[in-house]
C-alpha cells in the first residue's frame, strides 16, 4: 500500500484534498493522471452496461436529496453503523471494526455500548437554516434511479427486463475513514439497478454475478484475488433479499469490491406507497388501474407489475486500487531497478508518448507535434507530446504512469519517415512507418 500511495502523489494521480489546510478527513484529490484513469474504469463501466447491450438506458441524477426519499427508502432509520467512544481517550471507533474489544487508539477496553449513527450528509437548503429546509447529500446513487424510474419508462417504452444506469458521487459520514482511497467519505459509485419480473429475479441475480466478475477480469483484475461472500441473512441491508459481496484481495486485506444485491420490490413499492401515502396522483398498482409512478404495464397481459431489482453497484475508488495493485511491479534491468505500471491499454492515462529524440531539434520536434496532433484528433484518449530531451528517462517515467507506447521520431525519421514504437512491457522496440502508427494504436489499444 505505501508504495501506491507515494506512486501516486509522486506522479499526479491522487493527492489528499485541501492538503496545504491540513487536508480533511477521507477525502481526495485526483490529479493529472488519476482523473484520466477514473475516467477510463467509468468510461469502459459506461460502455459495457450502456453502450454494448440494449437493454439498459443511462441517467445523471442530482446529489442533493428530498428528505421525503431517504425516508421512504428506509435509509434515515436503517443506514447506520454501530459507533462506540472510548472512556479513556475519547476516540470513536466502530463497533465491528475493533479487536478484542479494544480502542483502537488507546488500547482501553472501557468503551460505550454500540448506539447507532447514521452515515447521511445533510445540508440547509435555501437561505434560512431551519427545521424542514435540509436536504441529504445522496449516500447511494441508486434513489434517484427508482424515483426516475416512472421518468425513464415513459420516455424510453421500455418493457422488463430492462436496466438504469447510473455514475456518480455519494456521501457517507464515515465513523472511521481509513485505507487509503478504500473507504472515503466522499465516493463514486456505478451502478446498475436491472428491473425484472418477479420470479425471474434469481436468475438475473446469478447472471449479474457472472457478468461483473467477468468485467473485473477485463480491466486487469486477477480472478485468485477476488472471491464471493455470501451475505448471511442477519447481516442484510434493510432491502435485501440476497447479496454477495465481491471481495478482492487488497494490500491492507480482503474487503469488498462490489456488491450484488437482490433488493426485490423493496424500493419502487416503498416510493409508490409513499406517493398514495401523499396522496400524489399515483394509485395502487392491482388491477389495472394503475397510473402509478412506479410500476410497468406489461405488453402482453396488460398487467401492472412492480418490477424486482438486481443491483450490481461498484466503487469507483476500491475499483482504482483494485487496478493499481494489479498493475504496479518493480522489476531489475541491466542491474537497475524499473517501476511498471501494466494497465490494461484501455485504462492507461495516457496511450502513447510521442517523443523527439532531440528536444532543441526544431524539425524533429514539428515532426513529433505533428503526429501528435494527427492522432490526439482520432479520439483514442490522451496522447502526450514528451519534449524532455532524455530518451531513457522518457521511457522510465511512461513505464511508471503506464503509458503502453512510447514512439520516438528520431534522425532516421527524417529520411524515410519511420518511426521507433517501444511497447512498456515487453521494452521491445519495432521500426514502423509514420503513416501506420494510428492503426496500429488504434489495434493496441482495443
Ligand atoms: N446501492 C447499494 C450500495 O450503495 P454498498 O455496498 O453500500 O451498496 C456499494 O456500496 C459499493 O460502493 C461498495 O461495494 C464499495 O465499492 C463502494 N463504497 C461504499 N462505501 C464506500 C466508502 N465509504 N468508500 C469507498 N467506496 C465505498
Redesign the pocket.
Known sequence: MEDLVSLCKRRGFIFQTNEIYGGLQ?VYDYGPLGVELKNNLKASWWSSMVYERDDVEGIDSAILTNSSVLKYSGHEDTFTDPLVDCRKCNARSRADHLKDNKCPSCGSNDLTNPRPFNLMFKTNIGPVEEGASFAYLR????QQIFTNFKNVCDSTSRSLPFGIAQIGK?F?N?VT?RNF?????E???M?LEFFVKPGEDEKWYKFWIEERIKWWVNQGVSEERLEIYKVPQKEL?HYSKS?I??MYKFPHGTE????I?NRTDFDLGSHSKNQSELNIKAKVIKNNESNSKLAIQEKETNEWVVPYVI?P???????FLAILNEAYRTEEVNGKNRTVLALKPHLAPIKAAIIPLKRNDQELVTLATNLKTKLQKLGMGRILLENSGNIGKSYRRHDEVGTPLCVTVDFQTQEDNTVTVRDRDTMKQIRLPAEGIAQYLKEYLN
Request: proline share 6%.
Open positions: 477521507g449516500p447511494e446513487t441508486a455519494a457517507r464515515e475513514p482511497i478504500f473507504r472515503v467519505r465516493l463514486e459509485q451502478e441491508a447479496t459481496d465481491l469488498e469490491l462490489e456488491g444485491a443491483e453497484s461498484a466503487g469507483v475508488e476500491r475499483g
